[in-house]
């Protein structure tokens, strides 16, 4: 069963698990950010995908799960906006901006999540949710700076979207779920596949430069698609076999600080007063929607916003 997968056969287990999922999942934008230096977006993002597919697949085999779609509609809808958009923009967004900068603006996630969630899964935003949306609007303007079009503006539309195709993406799944249970695993695996398909015919019709193979872009491939994307995924439905969503879900406050800190360290990353203010803001916002959602799950309710799919790039 996945539950024990990796040694995890018990709360105390999972909480430890989940700190090193969030290291893994916060230093994956560096990964990512080192691979980009020697490939170009799109050839990057099919590489690493297709690892993680691989590495899925693998697994589903060897726990004897469905290895058909159970649902296409499902695999082609949550693709389109997980691996398509949320991908591909993320790769976009680091390729051309800081790495830093890119994660805390790609999670603004659980602020798009909800309003996407109120027509579509009629959950509606109430009390303090109003407040943490306007804190992660300001603080989304903020870093932005629509009002700067020259440098990063780019990269930061670039990471919005990523955001917003991750939102819509964890919403779709919430949404087939409803209708018909599904094995996490096994919508994973497909959803990449077919949200990969649109990126690979990208350089069918657009030439693009090849890799530069060497040993840095090799092990940011292999972090990027075996660690943090496939066995990152499969530790995380071990966790959730332990752990209430709610709470395993708090982890989306420490990965973009960890990886505005480390991006900071190694890249010398430099940001703005205004950015600063900004990511405060989102920050501000992040908190109580982690808050709101540890203490749902304490009384046993579901958020709106419960658990990321996967880490989010």
């Not at 999922?21 to 994956?28: D, K, M, P, V």
């Not at 209430?244 to 600080?257: K, Q, R, Y």
Request: charged residues 10%.
């Amino acid at each position: 069963m996945t539950h024990h997968l990796f040694g995890i056969a018990s709360k105390r287990a999972a909480y430890g698990a989940l700190i090193i999922l969030t290291l893994i999942w916060g230093l994956n934008w560096m990964a990512m950010k080192f691979g980009l230096q020697y490939a170009h977006p799109v050839i990057y993002n099919i590489g690493r995908t297709f690892v993680a597919i691989a590495l899925v697949f693998a697994v589903l085999f060897r726990e004897r799960r469905p290895l058909k779609p159970e649902s296409w509609m499902a695999v082609i809808v949550t693709g389109f906006f997980q691996t398509t958009i949320n991908f591909g923009a993320t790769t976009m967004a680091l390729a051309g901006g800081g790495a830093g900068r890119t994660a805390v603006l790609v999670f603004t996630m659980p602020f798009w999540t909800m309003l996407i969630a109120w027509p579509v899964l009629h959950e509606r935003v109430r009390g303090s949710q109003w407040l943490a949306v306007g804190l992660a609007l300001a603080g989304l303007v903020l870093v932005v700076e629509p009002w700067h079009w020259q440098g990063e503006l780019a990269p930061k539309l670039w990471a919005t979207l990523s955001g917003f195709g991750w939102a819509a993406g964890t919403v779709a799944t919430k949404y087939f779920q409803r209708h018909q249970r599904l094995d996490m695993l096994n919508l994973i695996a497909w959803q990449m596949i077919t949200g990969i398909i649109p990126i690979c015919l990208i350089p069918l019709v657009w030439p693009l430069p090849a890799a530069q193979w060497n040993g840095i872009y090799v092990s940011a491939l292999l972090y990027a698609g075996v660690i943090a994307t496939g066995i990152g995924f499969i530790l995380w439905t071990a966790i959730l076999a332990w752990l209430p969503a709610g709470t395993a879900s708090l982890n989306m406050f420490a990965i973009p600080v960890i990886a505005l800190v480390s991006s900071m360290l190694i890249f010398g990353e430099r940001l703005s007063a205004a950015e600063w203010l900004g990511i405060a803001s989102i920050g501000a916002g992040l908190a109580i929607v982690s808050v709101r959602a540890w203490l749902a799950s304490r009384r046993g309710e579901r958020e709106v916003v419960e658990a990321p799919a996967i880490e989010g790039g």
